[in-house]
């Protein structure tokens, strides 16, 4: 009888009932003097905060925001990656109120969904991103949004925490209480917003990344990654307060900036999604920066392909870690050690972290889990799932079955010994003539061709056969390529029809603010200028 694909967690393994407010009152007890937060400037010119200065600030934010909000409440913050988005976090957590994140990049109308369907009573803003006049966008939303109750600019940031009362006790926060709202990066839809608890964002980074990368006291970690996303706000603020490594955050992502940083720093990691990595790697400053500090590089949020893995170590030397996440799993829902022999760590996204459940069901019948080896949809069970969608029973009804599985909407497989693959998202698989054909799998090949730096197959519609692969391709600085070269060199590692029909060279690819590809984009793009030439 075939093992089935499914891993249960140990039972001993122990996740703690605890707050992150809890967590940040032991760091300031255990560990007061040691740098906590530093504000990654150009020049070194950042502010920044011990453990001991971190927990003082945050509890003021704490109090301040109780003079516009209850425990329970919700609170949003509209910010790029300025400190004090890491000190609302910790201050909303303190106070027990919940925290809505909004991408700072999004225009009126987006905001205005996420603003309503999370009820929030009150904003914490940045007045400018990026040409975005946030504070006009606010002062045009507030008659719309009758419960929005309270708009804090953090160009007035002193005169609000001067509102707060010093004297003020602080609520009792559980570990089951809402800690943040994230909304899902609505790449197929409207948002939904994700509520995730105390407990699975404070054990899924001691879990995931403390368990897998050598983050280690008072050695910083530079983060260019996004604190609206879990990425930012969870895996590496929260693993950075539990190993009490200095957390040197970036206001946005920059390669040279980056580079700048780890070395003025002596961080010992490199960090991003792949397209961040890539940027790194390709960057001129990347040859004469020291970077003999760095021992690791850890990647994930989008599928990380053997290749990247392969081009970190040829002119880094060193390994890579990487960890299968979604927002709906706080993040992490397995990763790579650096224990795993080497072929495992280049092509699978590892085993399941500990704590967690995790099987390969049956699209066809979700409850069903399929043996180990065959391709079905992952899911995943435990402490670290959310609660649910906000105000939204059907589709939280959608994602988590029956028995509590949360179902990611990823193909992946597991084999004999725990580890998984993934082959890409459901929506993703392409049927042509009948047959599978998994996109990662051909994006997988085309980033061994050394001119391709990213590429993003999906499938056109085809009259005769139903969907045909198309393939659009973003060549490394220097290379030339065209269809006909790349059509050769995947005829060497692939069947005939897994190779692209269709192509399309660009200068960038279309992603979003966590640095996915946006796909939908590209199958819009790939279906009117097929069906232009169709009619042509």
Known sequence: MATPALHLADPAEHIEEVSI????????????DVPALIEGLAGGNGRSWTFAELLTAAEEVARALLTIASPGDRVAIWAHNVPEWILVQYGAALAGITLVTINPALRAQEAKHLLSVSQAVAVVHVDEYRGIDIRQLLTELRDELRGL???????????????????????EVTADDIAQIQFTSGTTGLPKGATLTHRGLANNPRLSYLR???F??????????????????????????QSRSPLVQMHSFDPGLQLELIERYRSNCLAGVPTMLNALLTHPAFATTDLACVEFAFSGGAFVESSLVDRIAAQLGVPVGIIYAQTEASPGITMTSFDDPEELRRTTIGRPIAGVDVRIADPADPLRTLPRGEIGEIATRGFHVMAGYLNNPEQTAQAIDSENWLHTGDLGS?????????????KDMIIRGGENIYATEVEAALGTHEGVNQSAVIGVPDAYWGEVVGAFVQARPGHD???????????????????????????????NASGKILKTELRARAADEVTA???A
Not at 21 to 32: E, Y
């Open 21 to 32: 407010g809890a967590l940040l009152r032991q760091a300031a007890s255990d560990s007061p």
């Open 149 to 171: 109750a309270h708009v804090v600019s953090l160009s007035e940031w002193q005169t609000f925490l001067a509102a707060g009362d010093s004297d003020a006790a602080l609520p």
């Open 212 to 214: 897998h990368l050598p």
């Open 216 to 241: 280690r006291a008072s050695v910083p970690i530079v983060s260019p990654m996004p604190l609206f996303h879990t990425a930012g706000s969870v895996l590496m603020v929260l693993s950075c307060l």
């Open 414 to 426: 597991m084999d004999d010994a725990g580890y998984l693959r993934v082959h890409g998202r459901l």
């Open 481 to 511: 390529l065209d269809a006909d070269e790349l059509r050769s060199y995947l005829r060497q590692c692939l069947a005939p029809e897994k190779v692209p029909t269709l192509w399309w060279f660009v200068e960038q690819l279309p992603m």
């Open 533 to 535: 030439e169709a009619s």
